[in-house]
């Protein structure tokens, strides 16, 4: 009996404990259900986009610098200033170069005759180029075979000079060894002296006749026939002459260009019509530095250039739609279009990324150059598909199914969906659910994730 008794009240307790687990069981699906989340299945228009982000740049900005030294002259803009293509920015001093630039266009006028002389010279010319040649080869030729005439000239010259001397000098010999002198034996003295250097140098003049001229005066002779042949070449239409006189021209007109082009650089002009956003000089300091000297922007439209993943580049194609968010300007809403795709990538830190450059749309939002924004770019749209937030989605990581809990009155099942596109919140639903399903995430269920 009183074993009975004791399988009795076992069975009771065990009953018990049962009916207690049950009702803890139901206490705690009663309240996870009361904590967890749902949403139902709708449509509506799906986006799906990439995600980037840049820093605002102008449609074109240029750093202008003096590409000549020289001292600041003026400076004729101010930061903020609009001008037009062709203004004036800044000068350096340019008296030097302006000095060049006359120096040049004068050699060109000077070669210009030259060169027209060579074409159709003046027939005063001609003769007056033979006569100085005939007279450089006649030069030569006295230096080349001295003449017999003046060979006997000289020679009678100094015979006669060496005469003279002889004379005076018995004549000085009668009266030097005179114990006492006086003035006619100091003039006699004096005049044997002429004598004697008269006939020296008539003796050095027959010399230098009749061996005629030395190697240095026969190579300035030659040099002198040499040009005098040159020049009467230039005037009677010698080829090589043309083809020198045309170089000649060509090279002082290349001179001249490139004088004009130093004189240029002396200024900074506008090379478009823009805003002036930055001037880094003052008049009177030297020009250069590491700063440009003026900064040039054309602030009439504005883009972006974010990097995109290799990943993501394929969904991309030129005049996609794109929405951007200016971190200076929240809430306003600003649009642009995809102008450009770098046909090249660029690697960095082993990342390969492409140069996708964002055009901004005309706006009235006050974008300024140099903003950070964020950009979507738009690659699909689905109107009106049936929609579910990503984290309601489990992915099987096996098989890689995906699979949502649907609520259906107080079961909740779970069933496997095929999805379509798919943004970073929400993906669309093409097989599975129908609109109006609920869908339920319960607190403790495991392994929910975005696709």
């Not at 190697?215 to 002779?221: E, G, M, S």
């Not at 478009?272 to 003052?282: A, C, K, L, R």
């Not at 995109?308 to 794109?322: F, K, M, N, P, Y």
Request: aromatic share 4%.
């Amino acid at each position: 009996m009183r074993r009975c008794r004791w399988i009795a009240i076992g069975l009771a307790v065990v009953a018990g404990g049962v009916f207690l687990f049950a009702l803890a069981r139901s206490a705690q699906s009663d309240t996870s259900l009361q904590a967890a989340e749902t949403v139902k299945v709708e449509r509506k228009r799906l986006v799906a986009s990439i995600s980037a982000s840049g820093s605002v740049s102008p449609v074109a900005q240029v750093s202008l610098n003096f590409s000549v030294p020289g001292t600041v002259s003026q400076v004729g803009v101010v930061e903020g200033q609009r001008v037009r293509a062709g203004d004036d920015l800044a000068r350096i001093d340019s008296a030097e170069l302006e000095l060049a630039a006359h120096q040049a266009e004068q050699a060109l006028i000077m070669q210009r005759i030259a060169y027209s002389q060579t074409l159709s010279p003046r027939q005063d010319d001609v003769d007056a180029a033979r006569a100085a040649l005939a007279s450089a080869q006649a030069g030569l030729k006295a230096l080349q075979q001295p003449d017999a005439l003046q060979v006997d000239i000289a020679r009678r010259q100094a015979d006669v000079a060496n005469e003279t001397r002889h004379h005076v000098e018995l004549q000085w010999n009668q009266v030097k060894d005179a114990p006492v002198g006086g003035l006619g034996r100091d003039l006699l003295q004096s005049q044997f002296a002429q004598a004697v250097l008269q006939a020296q140098i008539a003796d050095l003049q027959y010399q230098i006749v009749a061996r005629g001229g030395s190697a240095a005066q026969l190579a300035a002779a030659r040099a002198q026939v040499a040009q005098a042949q040159s020049a009467l070449n230039r005037l009677t239409g010698d080829e090589r002459a043309r083809q020198l006189a045309e170089a000649q021209l060509r090279q002082a007109e290349i001179n001249l260009e490139l004088a004009r082009a130093r004189l240029d650089q002396a200024r900074l002009v506008a090379p478009f019509d823009g805003t002036v956003s930055e001037v880094n000089i003052v008049p009177g300091e030297a020009a250069g530095g590491l700063q440009p000297a003026i900064v040039l922007a054309d602030l009439t439209a504005f883009h972006i250039d974010v990097g995109v993943d290799e990943i993501d580049v394929g969904r991309l194609s030129e005049g996609q739609a794109v929405e951007v968010q200016a971190d200076a300007l929240p809430g306003v809403p600003i649009r642009g279009v995809v102008d450009r795709i770098a046909p090249t990538a660029r690697e960095s830190a082993g990342v390969v990324s492409y140069i996708v450059t964002i055009a901004l749309e005309p706006s009235e939002a006050p974008i300024r150059a140099g903003m950070s924004a964020i950009v979507d770019i738009i690659t699909d749209v689905r109107e009106e598909a049936r929609v579910v937030p990503n984290r309601f989605i489990r992915i099987d990581r096996a098989t890689g199914r995906a699979y949502v809990n649907v609520k259906r009155g107080d079961q909740i099942e779970e069933i496997e969906i095929m999805t379509g596109l798919r943004n970073d919140s929400e993906s669309e639903v093409l097989q599975g659910l129908s609109e109006g399903d609920e869908l339920i995430i319960l607190p403790s269920s495991p392994d929910f994730f975005s696709p």
